[in-house]
């Protein structure tokens, strides 16, 4: 078992930035992909942000509309994923999500692992 827990979310105004964070405990030496997604009101949830990989080779993506403005990051050693979001607009907004891929023993592939969400709300 795999136990994500997001934090840093807030409300921001347009223009700022927020550090999200998202820490695994559990097995969490079995996660391998992790990413970043969110949902805002009334739209389906969306990929933010990838990291594929485990270490130098790792490889991220981003979905356009957040390139050159947000970063993800992971510290293996301390079992965290974090998502630097700078000039933070109202479209922003919405409750942000870690996924991890974990490896399930006897199980062919990963399944993927969800942490309860954190809010992020952006004020024009």
């Known amino acids: 078992q795999v136990q994500l827990v997001e934090s840093g979310g807030g409300l921001v105004q347009a223009g700022g930035s927020l550090r999200l964070s998202c820490v695994a405990s559990?097995?969490?030496?079995?996660?391998?992909?992790m990413g970043w997604y969110r949902q805002a009101p009334g739209k389906q949830s969306e990929l933010v942000a990838e990291?594929?990989?485990?270490?130098?080779?790792?490889?991220?993506n981003y979905v356009d509309s957040v390139k050159g403005r947000f970063t993800i990051s992971r510290d293996n050693a301390k079992n965290a994923m974090f998502l630097e979001m700078n000039r933070l607009g109202t479209e922003d907004t919405g409750v942000y999500y870690c996924?991890?891929?974990?490896?399930?023993?006897?199980?062919?592939?990963?399944?993927?692992?969800w942490g309860q969400g954190t809010q992020v709300t952006v004020s024009s």
């Open positions: 559990g097995s969490a030496d079995r996660i391998e992909d």
């Open positions: 996924k991890a891929e974990v490896r399930v023993p006897g199980y062919t592939g990963t399944l993927p692992y």
């Open positions: 990291y594929i990989g485990l270490s130098t080779t790792a490889v991220t």
